[in-house]
């Protein structure tokens, strides 16, 4: 418990920390921000960050030592799975990785409704996909659905 204290503890001081130094980047006229200004997405980034830290001291109160194992190797397991994405990414791009991230981890972490997982990862994929790319107006790496549908259908 004292070990994740102290780990947590330095997430959140450097979350803090590099919250505040966005402050220091320069404003960029509204003509030329293209959606938004340079310092929004990184203090979204850093504010989640500081929450799942503090959200994460709480539930590590309640967790039993033999979870605690299994959370451990299953976090091993996600860092590389994560680490497998980040890398195929630029091949299938953006929706189908979010998908595939979406579907595997929570079957990773020993979720057995399976329907409910496949109807989740699609929710949330079209939701970040068009959150993302409209509404924010962020341009994301195609892949080969992007490079089939633009072949097929335009």
Same mark, same amino acid.
């Given at each position: ?10 997430? !959140?001081?450097?979350?803090v &920390?590099?919250f505040?130094y ?10 030329? &921000?293209?959606?938004m ?5 990184? #203090?979204l980034? %850093?504010?989640? !960050?500081?929450?799942?830290?503090? %959200? ?6 309640k967790l039993?030592?033999? *979870?605690?194992?299994?959370? #451990?190797?299953n &976090?091993f397991?996600?860092?590389? @799975?994560?680490?497998? !994405? /980040?890398l195929? &990414? =630029? ?9 595939? @991230? *979406?579907? /595997?981890?929570?079957?990773l972490?020993? #979720?057995? =409704?399976?329907?409910?997982i496949f109807? @989740? ?9 068009? %959150?993302?790319?409209l509404?924010?107006?962020?341009k %994301?790496?195609?892949?080969?659905l992007?490079?089939?549908i633009?072949?097929?259908f @335009?």
């Amino acid at each position: 418990m004292i070990k994740d204290i102290k780990i947590l503890s330095v997430i !959140i001081i450097i979350s803090v &920390a590099l919250f505040g130094y966005t402050f220091t980047f320069d404003e960029v006229p509204e003509i030329l &921000a293209q959606g938004m200004q340079p310092t929004m997405m990184p #203090r979204l980034i %850093f504010s989640l !960050i500081i929450f799942l830290s503090v %959200f994460q001291l709480v539930q590590n109160k309640k967790l039993k030592s033999e *979870t605690k194992e299994l959370i #451990r190797k299953n &976090a091993f397991i996600t860092f590389g @799975y994560t680490f497998f !994405i /980040v890398l195929i &990414a =630029d091949k299938l791009g953006f929706f189908i990785s979010i998908f595939l @991230y *979406t579907l /595997v981890m929570p079957i990773l972490w020993q #979720r057995k =409704d399976y329907i409910k997982i496949f109807f @989740y990862s699609l929710v949330i994929s079209i939701f970040v996909f068009v %959150f993302f790319t409209l509404v924010l107006q962020l341009k %994301f790496p195609q892949g080969i659905l992007e490079e089939f549908i633009i072949r097929n259908f @335009y």
